[in-house]
Structures are given as C-alpha cells and as structure tokens.
C-alpha cells in the first residue's frame, strides 16, 4: 500500500468515525495540520502520529503497516554487511596490521552471521595474515641484519639478498588490493543480479 492508500484508508476510516479531523487532532495528541497532511498525503506519517491515529480510530497498527512489506528490501545474504567487510580491509593502504584487525574486530562484533559472511571474513583473514607473514619477513630481515648488523646464515643472507625478495612489499600491496577490489565486484555484481 502506498503512502496515500494509507492516508485515503485513515480519512475513509475517521468519517465511518464520523469524527471531524479537529476532533481526531485533540483525541490523538496531535496538531489539525498533522491530521490534513496526513490525509491529504502531503506529510510523511511518523510512528507517533500513525500509532496515535490507530488507535482513535480502532484500526489495528498493522493493517496500516503490513501492506507495506513488499517494498522493504531485506538483505538476506548480507551482501552489504560483506562489501562493508572488504571495503574495512582496505584500510591496509594505512597500516598492513588494520586490514587485519578492522574486519576481524567488526566479524566479532557482527550478529547473525550467516556461512557466507564467515567465508568472506576468513578469506580476508587468510590473505592479509599470510600477507602480513611475507611483510614481517621483509621487515625482519631488514632490522636484523642492516640495523642490528647481525650475520645470517648464508642460505637466508641468499634468499634475503636475492632481487625477487625486493618485490614482498610491493608484490603485498598489489596482491591484497587485487583481491579485495575484485573480491568487492564480485559481491556487488552478486547483489545487482539477484535483485533483477
């Protein structure tokens, strides 16, 4: 039901009443010019005034709610929640730890979970622990053997001396914003086809 179906369904209910729309104002707590928007549909009914009216006029609350159901769109599969999540992970570009910790601390926090934000939430996990593991590695080595000048075995001095170790924190950031963006797309490409 439209706005004014309810609001010819007030007027039509508050004349079988055979109440003026004066007399309905002072019996609802409410103003005349609330009840004549109301009903002529130029005013958005509030809770108050559409709980007040109701009950004047006997008309359970909701035969004047319920019709309006179908045009509430519920997430079921809490797509938004999920793009909130990888959008949350972004926040690596700041700090690498936070991609971590902001869409683990809102996973927590988050109630009614279903199986598909889990999924999504421990593959942002995944990724940004194994990613932040490679970045610790990098980081390690610098501090251990330039700052504290202290000599690794030959083996590691090889691998952490080796160009290819260069490109960890490059190779983490492109990775992880990959995979987040692509990740974002495909949730929302999801949620606009099963709205079609």
């Not at 004047?64 to 690596?92: C, E, H, R, W």
């Not at 109630?111 to 194994?130: E, F, G, M, P, T």
Request: net charge positive.
């Amino acid at each position: 039901m439209e706005n004014q179906s309810a609001n010819q369904f007030i007027k039509l209910s508050r004349k079988r009443k055979g109440l003026t729309q004066q007399e309905l104002a002072d019996q609802a707590g409410v103003s005349l010019r609330t009840v004549q928007r109301i009903e002529k549909g130029t005013e958005e009914i509030s809770g108050f005034s559409l709980k007040q009216i109701s009950q004047i006029l006997e008309i359970p609350l909701e035969q004047l709610i319920m019709p309006n159901v179908n045009q509430i769109s519920i997430d079921n599969n809490q797509t938004g929640s999920i793009k909130a999540l990888y959008l949350a992970s972004l926040t690596f570009l700041i700090n690498p730890l936070l991609g971590l910790l902001v869409p683990a601390i809102m996973g927590y926090t988050k109630q009614n979970k279903d199986a598909l934000y889990s999924k999504h939430l421990k593959r942002i996990n995944v990724i940004h622990a194994v990613g932040l593991f490679f970045l610790g590695s990098f980081i390690g080595y610098i501090i251990i053997a330039d700052f504290f000048k202290i000599a690794l075995p030959s083996f590691l001095s090889d691998i952490f001396n080796s160009a290819y170790f260069l490109l960890i924190p490059v190779c983490y950031y492109i990775v992880i914003l990959a995979f987040t963006i692509s990740n974002y797309i495909a949730i929302r490409k999801a949620k606009l086809s099963s709205a079609n």
